[in-house]
């Protein structure tokens, strides 16, 4: 994934100065309720739908009309 383990120590770091110790927790739940949000919406819309369409053909044709 990264190439050094130093640039996500800076980042680390950096979310540290920027945030502060307080803030990172709350940040970090936050972040993981979203992605397990994201993943349940994606789940759902795997699931197939009900079928609306009959399997057989309807009959354009009016019911007095001899086949």
């Known amino acids: ?7 996500l ?3 680390l770091l950096l979310a540290l100065v920027v945030f502060g110790p307080k803030r ?3 940040i970090g739940s936050s972040m993981g309720r979203g992605i397990k949000e994201f ?6 819309s ?5 079928k609306s369409i009959p399997d ?3 009959s354009t ?3 007095d009309e001899p086949r």
Request: glycine residues 0%; without cysteine.
């Open 56 to 58: 057989e053909p309807v």
């Open 1 to 7: 994934m990264f190439a050094h383990w130093w640039e």
């Open 46 to 50: 795997e699931e197939p739908t009900p």
């Open 24 to 26: 990172l927790p709350e």
């Open 9 to 11: 120590a800076l980042i």
């Open 61 to 63: 044709r009016p019911a």
């Open 39 to 44: 993943k349940k919406a994606t789940t759902e």
